[in-house]
């Protein structure tokens, strides 16, 4: 078991998408972060938070949302203060979303390693968890590196990035050689069967000074921040320098952010199992099925003659499904979908042609 973590390591939890790839489940007023898609009593961003307090102190932890999600992260997350909930001013991305935080833990404490983490991923073994991501914590602070917590693709997906690990090995960290974001099926292919490539999971341990270092030479206004900081700014000047400035900040991914402009990234391949909970098939491959591979997510059904596929209703309703196969049948609120569920382009098409057709009350 490594060490415990220590006082310097903090965590961003990212909290503000609204899960369209999982509509209509996932919807805008309460998007899958905040649902329990596992059955297991606890939503998404409750299991990650979980999680995390095994690796640091609580009141380490920060999360990054829109303003119209601190509501219902409150009440999910009663024992965090407000002040470790940070909205955005505006929606920009991720990267600017772990800048925006990185500037609230570098005021209490400059020297902090951070771990950033998605709020809607299934880790199967939470000690593993625990400890890889406390060897990374050390690995950043002796090194001030960045790591980039990688999984063995299972097959040529096009839904994730690719980290392609170097022979450069430090204490079985190697450093990255190449990143491709979201291939072509083709390329896809070619790096599952290279063995050399790795999916990017969407964890990234970092030390913040070496974050802002990066960042700030491509945004002047956050590194003119820091060093204002550094002089003793008061935080009421923070938050309006935060206010003024932010919404001129261009969006962009941490992914592409850290793979691509940060030097010394380095890939941690985790074994601790990792799965995505992005989109209905991720949803279907890691849920219970029954003997004919159909999936009932908390949800009152009888199938005849009908396999794989996966079924979300209202627990007050019934649904009778009479041979259909690789479906996916969902319903929340306004809205009933029935469709291929091996088709996330035919989604994406259906929700758009709902919002033009039917305007913002279909998101």
């Known amino acids: 078991m490594e060490k415990p973590s220590n006082h310097n390591d903090f965590c961003i939890i990212l ?21 329990d898609l596992l059955n297991l009593g606890k939503s998404m961003l409750q299991l990650t938070f979980d999680r995390i307090s095994r690796v640091l102190p609580k009141e380490n932890i920060f999360i990054v949302t829109q303003q119209e999600y601190i509501g219902i992260i409150h ?31 570098y005021e209490l ?27 990374s914590l050390h690995f950043v602070e002796k090194y001030e ?17 690719y980290i392609q690990a170097g022979n450069d090995i430090v204490n079985n960290f190697a450093k990255v050689k190449s990143f491709t ?3 072509n099926i083709d390329f896809a292919r070619l790096f599952y069967e290279s063995g050399e ?6 964890l990234f341990i970092f030390n913040i000074r070496s974050f802002m ?21 008061d935080h009421k000047d923070v938050l309006l320098f935060i206010e003024e400035q932010y919404p001129r900040t261009l969006y962009q991914a941490v992914d592409m952010f850290i793979l691509e402009q940060c030097p010394d990234v380095y890939v941690k391949v985790c074994t601790f199992g990792w799965a995505d909970v992005g989109n209905w098939n991720n949803l279907y491959d890691i849920s219970q ?67 033009m057709k039917y305007g913002d009350k279909m998101s």
């Open 289 to 355: 099925k029954d003997e004919n591979g159909n999936v009932a997510l908390n949800s009152m059904t009888e199938m005849y003659d009908s396999h794989q596929n996966i079924i979300r209703i209202p627990q007050d309703k019934v649904v009778f499904v009479k041979g259909l196969d690789n479906y996916l049948i969902a319903e929340n609120g306004n809205v009933l979908i029935i469709c291929p569920k091996d088709d996330p382009a035919l989604h994406r098409r259906i929700l758009t042609d709902a919002k």
């Open 145 to 161: 590196r960045f790591v980039a917590i990688g999984v063995k693709p299972t097959q040529p997906e096009t839904s994730y990035g």
């Open 109 to 135: 404490n400059p020297k902090a390693n951070i771990i950033v983490t998605p709020s809607d991923q299934l880790i199967l073994n939470e000690e593993d968890f625990r400890n890889q991501i406390i060897e």
């Open 15 to 35: 909290c503000g998408g609204v899960g369209n790839r999982l509509w209509p489940y996932s919807r805008n007023r309460k998007p899958k972060q905040f649902l």
């Open 75 to 105: 009440e999910q997350l009663p024992s965090v203060t407000l002040n470790h909930i940070i909205a955005e001013p505006v929606s920009l991305g991720t990267a600017p979303a772990v800048a925006l935080a990185g500037v609230f833990i």
């Open 213 to 233: 270092k990066v960042y700030g030479s491509s945004h002047p206004n956050v590194k003119l921040l820091l060093e204002r900081i550094d002089f003793g700014l």
């Open 197 to 202: 490539f790795f999916w990017s999971t969407g």
């Open 181 to 183: 974001e979201k291939p």
